[in-house]
């Protein structure tokens, strides 16, 4: 076992003593913004080095050297009454005005809590978390690889659509979308970080020289609302050389449609927005009346239309659900396909997301500037003698290999039993449903009981917009 991986379970023993931590997404989240303050120190003695001048955002006593850099050092009630009545408050309101690190830590800290009681056992803690050196590149990257440990025990998970995406699924999509230097990408529902940490990864080979490291670090752009997530996402920017993360905690769908602009818009987005979850009441008053609804995934895709530049690209994680559905649905994918170039359809399997959801899931691939004239669409296989995946047979990026070779060749012969072409005017014939099976094999005679329910609901989503429909010109036809 790896020391960063035998630091990180020693850790969360400690952690389970101690009354105040109540369950995994409470250690995890204690866990990780200790982990934050001592990567900021590791960071900070880098900075001193690369950064002229550099002046760090931190009163002397709060830096990490000053309280917990010395196993001897403070613990017991004195160690949690610096935590509680002098640490936490004053990182929650530092002045981000003349400093930019000032500005990372105060966004990790706005609605984060220390949950731990005992200080004796916090100072167990912090002796761990200081066996670690996060200016060595192999635990670097190491600690990266915990971040799917990380989400994969947050057992609620899911409940609120959120998925995490397979590192397979992520590595393809960037690969395919080939993000260059000085375009900027962005995930508007960012979580932990994967799919801006492969761009970084993606673009890194293009970096030669230190002007080539500020554009790459200028282009990098990600949006998550929950706080967790945010401060994972920004902590794993930083391991990756992100001296200020441009990562914000904010919800893109609470702004006006409207008032997106044009220097608001990007060249690339790559992401998998939460789907099967449903927004805030009144959220969806900031979209045009045709696309309003409350469900988050069809929300994000009419806003990812919006902030692609002309010429721009996409790749978006999204449920079959949402090529089926009608309503709202259908006015958002006749948007897509009348201001998008929606050229490829990759249908994954059932078990992809296991163990969050069963839902068949797919990856829409569209460039924006042009209408769409054909859909390509592409059925991705199990390995041979696999009839799902799960927690411990995931999907491997090197099964994507048959998608990158039949990419340029799509007229191949060989590819036809998973390959197939559907026409645009085929498409809005069929009242713009994309859940076009694949012609070359023999479908099953029923759905999946979670596809039936699916189709149900969207069924049920329509009928209410018809009875709506009609009591509004009932009412009108009554005045």
């Known amino acids: 076992m790896s020391t960063i991986t035998t630091n990180i379970k020693g850790i969360r023993d400690i952690m389970r003593k ?29 900075w001193e080095i690369t950064i002229d001048n550099y002046e760090s955002p931190l ?61 004796t056992l916090f100072r167990q803690v912090i002796n761990e978390i200081n066996k670690i050196d996060f200016n060595s590149t192999n635990e670097r990257h190491l600690f990266n690889d915990l971040y799917e440990t990380i989400l994969k025990e947050l057992q609620s998970a899911g409940s609120s659509g959120e998925y995490y995406t397979p590192r397979a699924v992520t590595q393809f999509m960037v690969d395919t979308i080939d993000p260059q230097l000085k375009e900027t990408v962005l995930d508007p529902a960012c979580g932990t970080g994967g799919f801006l940490t492969c761009a970084i990864d993606h673009k890194k080979s293009l970096v030669k020289n230190q002007k080539d490291e500020a554009a790459l670090q200028a282009t990098i752009r990600g949006i998550e609302k929950k706080p967790l997530p945010h401060l994972l996402c920004t902590t794993n920017l930083m391991l990756h050389g992100f001296d200020v993360p441009a990562v914000r905690r904010d919800n893109l769908l609470s702004k006006p449609y409207a008032d997106w602009g044009s220097k608001d818009k990007v060249d690339i987005i790559l992401t998998n927005p939460p789907f099967g979850g449903v927004e805030e009441d009144g959220t969806e008053t900031n979209f045009p009346q045709k696309f309003r609804t409350k469900e988050t995934a069809d929300l994000f895709l009419a806003l990812i239309i919006r902030l692609l530049k002309d010429g721009g690209r996409c790749a978006v994680v999204l449920p079959d659900g949402t090529l089926f559905g009608e309503g709202v649905k259908t006015r958002i994918k006749e948007e897509l396909m009348e201001r998008c170039n929606l050229h490829t359809i990759v249908r994954l399997p059932n078990g992809v997301f296991n163990p969050y959801t069963s839902i068949k899931t797919n990856v829409l691939f569209f460039e924006k500037g042009t209408p769409t004239k054909d859909v390509w669409y592409f059925e991705h296989p199990y390995p041979t003698g696999v009839k799902s995946y799960n927690k411990g047979k995931p999907i491997h990026i ?82």
């Open 59 to 119: 009163p002397e006593s709060l830096k990490w050297s000053s309280w917990a850099a010395d196993e001897e050092g403070l613990t017991g009630e004195e160690l949690m009454t610096f935590i509680n009545n002098e640490l936490f408050p004053t990182l929650k309101e530092l002045d981000i005005v003349s400093n930019p690190q000032a500005k990372i830590i105060r966004s990790v800290f706005e609605d984060t809590y220390n949950y731990m009681k005992n200080g």
């Open 398 to 479: 090197k099964e994507f290999d048959l998608e990158k070779a039949w990419w340029t060749d799509r007229e191949n012969e060989k590819y036809s039993q998973y390959a197939w072409k559907v026409s645009a005017q085929e498409i809005k014939d069929r009242g713009y449903n994309l859940d076009i099976k694949n012609p070359h094999q023999a479908s099953d005679d029923l759905d999946k009981p979670e596809v039936i329910l699916e189709k149900y609901s969207a069924t049920t989503e329509k009928v209410n917009s018809i009875q709506e429909e009609i009591i509004r010109v009932l009412t009108e036809a009554l005045k």
């Open 18 to 46: 101690d009354t105040g931590v109540d369950g995994d997404a409470q250690r995890i989240s204690q866990m990780v913004w200790m982990l934050f303050m001592k990567i900021f120190a590791d960071k900070e003695e880098e």
